[in-house]
């Protein structure tokens, strides 16, 4: 029997790769505006099965100088811009280095980015077993006026 792989047309808004018996094996978006609606439904679906932090509890946390690691999940550049303060950027060594049992918080720009969604289920995966998500990131942090450290927060200065 010959094996072969071909596409096979869209399903469900993505494009399927298709093999051995019309098998999917492999799934893309075919554009950005399929790309964000795909990201916006994986969020829906994962946010309701997390454990989640408010902005006030956050802030509460922080104020009480309670003990925990804030993970921030974006690239390097964003990191350094702008950042709630105290955090540290997310790196898969963390998976080894820091307490299982111990809390983090993971977050990242906004409600959209699905960076946080991933980290946190990393964390998860790896025994952690007080892991919470703050869906609003960065930019709910703003929305509630707190401060920021940073680069861009010093150029402001």
């Keep these: 029997m010959r094996r072969s792989i071909s596409e096979s047309g869209l399903v469900g808004g ?7 018996q019309d098998k999917p094996i492999v799934s893309f978006p075919q554009n950005a505006v399929e790309t964000r ?3 916006h439904d994986i969020l829906a679906a994962e946010t309701g099965l997390m454990n989640t932090i408010t902005r006030e509890e956050l802030k509460q946390k922080l104020e009480r100088r309670e003990e925990f690691t804030l993970v921030n999940c974006l690239d390097e550049w964003m990191f350094r811009e702008k950042r709630i303060p105290g955090s540290v950027r997310f790196e898969r060594a963390f998976l080894k280095t820091l307490d299982p049992e111990g809390e983090v918080i993971v977050y990242c720009s906004n409600p959209g980015c699905t960076a946080s969604v ?5 964390f998860v995966e790896h025994g952690f077993e007080n892991v919470l998500h703050y869906p609003g990131g960065i930019a ?3 929305d509630g006026g707190y401060p920021f ?8 200065e």
């Design 118 to 122: 991933l980290v946190y289920h990393q």
């Design 140 to 142: 709910d942090w703003e």
């Design 14 to 20: 993505w494009r399927s790769l298709r093999c051995c």
């Design 149 to 156: 450290e940073g680069d861009a927060v010093q150029r402001k």
């Design 37 to 39: 609606t795909v990201a």
